[in-house]
């Protein structure tokens, strides 16, 4: 006999998947690959592992038979946490010295909590803890938006097969008052070009046109690229 639809556990499901949805739709307003769906759906998954924790020790937790039973009822969804974790990696990309993604990983990692607490029936904790994380999303970006940062950028330079060229590139950096973090060369004999890459480090976005106008006017340097 299947038993009878409990309504109590439709609207935990529901309101795990409206939560999880409203976090996710900030995320796909921004572009982000993991959206509105996606978190919607890691939200209601959660919430349904939550009570399907709390069915399995409701079945088996007073378990009176002959052979002793240990039901752990937070095991099913102690597994979300390290599950989430794998979601979570796939949306985290690097591009060389960038890193995106990391915000949208936090937020799958909160939609599945928010689920969890859905199902365990903390309503009022979870729609606190919604209104905290998308308040962070819209407002916070803006302040992080104004808060001096420093920047990584790469340095790609072409340049002429002279052996002085690495001189005065460094040179020009130094004047610059930029300490390369990291540096690769490349001489193609046959082209008679030299290829220079340095991972430097910047105080703010606005210093990379300056750098790359200092470069460009080395002797010796064919072309610059900043990324």
């Known amino acids: 006999m299947v038993p009878a639809l409990d309504g109590g556990l439709v609207l935990r499901l529901l309101l795990a ?7 996710g739709l900030e995320r796909e307003l921004h572009g982000r690959p993991a959206g509105f769906r996606t978190h919607l759906l890691v939200s209601l998954g959660s919430c349904l ?7 399995v020790y409701r079945q088996f937790g007073n378990f009176s038979g002959s052979v002793a039973v240990g039901v752990d009822p937070g095991r099913i969804a102690a597994q979300v946490v390290t599950g989430i974790g794998f979601l979570g990696a ?39 803890v919604t209104l905290i994380a998308i308040a962070s999303l819209l407002l916070l970006k803006q302040l992080e938006s104004r808060l001096p940062r420093d920047a990584y ?43 220079i890459e340095y991972q ?11 750098l790359a106008e200092v470069l460009s006017h080395v002797a010796g340097v064919r072309r610059v690229r900043i990324e």
């Open 200 to 210: 430097v480090k910047l105080a703010g976005k606005a210093g990379a046109g300056e």
């Open 17 to 23: 998947s409206f939560l999880g949805g409203m976090i």
């Open 90 to 128: 796939g949306a985290i990309i690097r591009d060389k010295a960038a890193i995106r993604g990391l915000t949208t990983a936090a937020c799958l990692w909160v939609a599945a909590a928010l689920g969890l607490a859905c199902g365990l029936g903390l309503f009022q904790l979870a729609l606190c």
């Open 49 to 55: 592992y939550a009570l399907a924790s709390l069915e």
């Open 153 to 195: 950028f790469y340095v790609q330079i072409w340049g002429d097969n002279d052996s002085q060229l690495v001189k005065r590139v460094d040179a020009a950096l130094s004047g610059h008052c930029v300490q390369p973090l990291a540096a690769k060369f490349d001489r193609d004999r046959v082209e008679h070009s030299f290829f």
